[in-house]
């Protein structure tokens, strides 16, 4: 099954101040993050973030904040972004099939939100090079869960050509400067 732009909607799980630098790999992490973000801007694909109980947690990191124009991040407490009913209902308002996932940790919220968005109709499509855990261990086993229940595990680049579709137009070439 080949995932669309038009189908298509982002969603940034905590990339959080005081959550990001006890991230295994969180430099790649970060960086991928930045890549998928800007790519799926250049493809207009609509993208919502969401921030762990900020009070606690701090902010969304500057280097992803500044991605974009207006940043209005939902707040939640709850682990799933399925279970906040404002990110429930912007996700339902986007009438998109696929929601495509990054953010921290893979084993808490990344987890329980695809568990949710699988039993909700939505597709998930987890980005694994945008997805982490303190623990590398705990980031494969909610991978290889959420894989087996359903969900799409892909990668930025490969997400991001295949969204593109074809060679030789503008928006190729703009996300051909991004993964070099």
Known sequence: M???KDNCVGLIIDIQERLLPHMFEKETILANNEILIKGLQILDVPVLISEQYPKG????????KTLFGTFQPFEKVTFSCCDDKAIEAALRQTSKKYVIITGIEAHVCVLQTALDLLQSGFIPVVVEDCVSSRKANDKKIALARIEKAGGIITTCESIL???TRAAGTDAFKAISKLVK
């Open 2 to 4: 080949r995932i669309l």
């Open 161 to 163: 050509f295949e969204l």
């Open 57 to 64: 947690l701090g902010v969304t990191v500057e280097p992803v």
